[in-house]
């Protein structure tokens, strides 16, 4: 944030707090005529004046950031790829239903699968096709947030999520019609590698929960929560549940993403210094 703005929001702060300047210099040593200086827009003070300023008038400087420049920068950081999360919040409807579909036909496949069989091939195959492919268009707009954001934990895990969907619905497939694998083995393996990947998911939105908000953080939670459900093998079903809400959840942040209205993208502490410095 530049000058005059900058000296413009700290005097609102300071009378917000009911301080003087002369007051305000006492409690962060500095002279008033300093003060008077900066409120004006006359300098630009360094970064450490700014901090000890905002950290008497406990301000968060996350608060420096404007609205406006916080969306602008979001979607500079974005560019002409806004249309992936249209398509990408469109077939994560798609997919979430497909998702629904395919639960009840494995249903059918795994408990009839050594007696009457249900479930047609053709049918059970192009539903994981489906599924493979409206999972790895709804996921890839959170890959683009981690590159936005260069956050390696996030793209490393969106990206494991989606190859994890590819291989594992292909591997389903052959398992229906060659049965190389027991069903067991299909189950625990799938099950802890998406546990796996959901936990390292959860973790990058928690961590995230500064730039990206409370969303992020719940997100985050019900990820990571899944996560150790699945890995657990044994509360792998309940962790279905809490996997629903989840992706719903992930369907309102890539909405929010499409109209940059649902972040904050606040700077950290290295940002700002290099803002005000």
């Known amino acids: 944030m530049q000058q005059p703005e900058l000296g413009q929001k700290i005097q609102n702060w300071r009378k917000a707090k009911g301080l003087t300047q002369e007051e305000l210099v006492e ?16 300098v630009l003070p360094r970064s450490y004046t700014v901090k000890s300023i905002l950290e008497v008038l406990k301000v968060d400087f996350s608060e420096l950031n404007l609205k406006e420049e916080q969306q602008n920068q979001f979607s500079a950081l974005l560019g002409n790829k806004k249309a992936y999360f249209k398509w990408g919040a469109i077939i994560g409807i798609i997919y979430l239903c497909l998702s629904f579909v395919e639960g009840f036909m494995e249903v059918g496949f795994y408990y009839w699968h050594d007696s009457e069989r249900d479930v047609s091939g053709v ?15 709804f996921y890839y707009p959170i890959y683009l947030i981690g590159k936005a954001l260069n956050d390696n934990l996030i793209k490393i895990s ?3 999520l989606i190859v994890l969907i590819l291989i594992s619905n292909i591997n389903d497939i052959v398992v229906f019609y060659t049965s190389y694998m027991s ?45 150790l459900g699945f ?21 309102v942040f890539i909405v929010k993403a499409m109209s940059d209205s649902g972040f904050t993208m606040r700077k950290s502490d290295q940002e700002l210094s290099a803002a005000v410095s």
């Open 123 to 137: 049918n059970y195959s192009l539903v994981k096709i489906g599924v493979m492919l409206t999972f790895a268009v």
């Open 27 to 42: 409690k962060c040593n500095l002279n008033v005529r300093t003060l008077q200086r900066i409120e004006a827009g006359e």
């Open 231 to 251: 890995v657990s093998v044994l509360m792998a079903i309940p962790a279905l549940f809490t996997l629903t809400i989840f992706e719903i959840l992930m369907l």
């Open 183 to 227: 069903l067991a083995s299909v189950m625990i393996i799938r099950s802890i590698m998406f546990g796996i990947g959901y936990i390292l998911l959860g973790t990058a939105f928690v961590l995230r929960q500064k730039s990206l908000g409370t969303l992020s953080l719940v997100i985050g939670i019900f990820a990571i929560v899944t996560g």
């Open 158 to 160: 969106s990206i494991f």
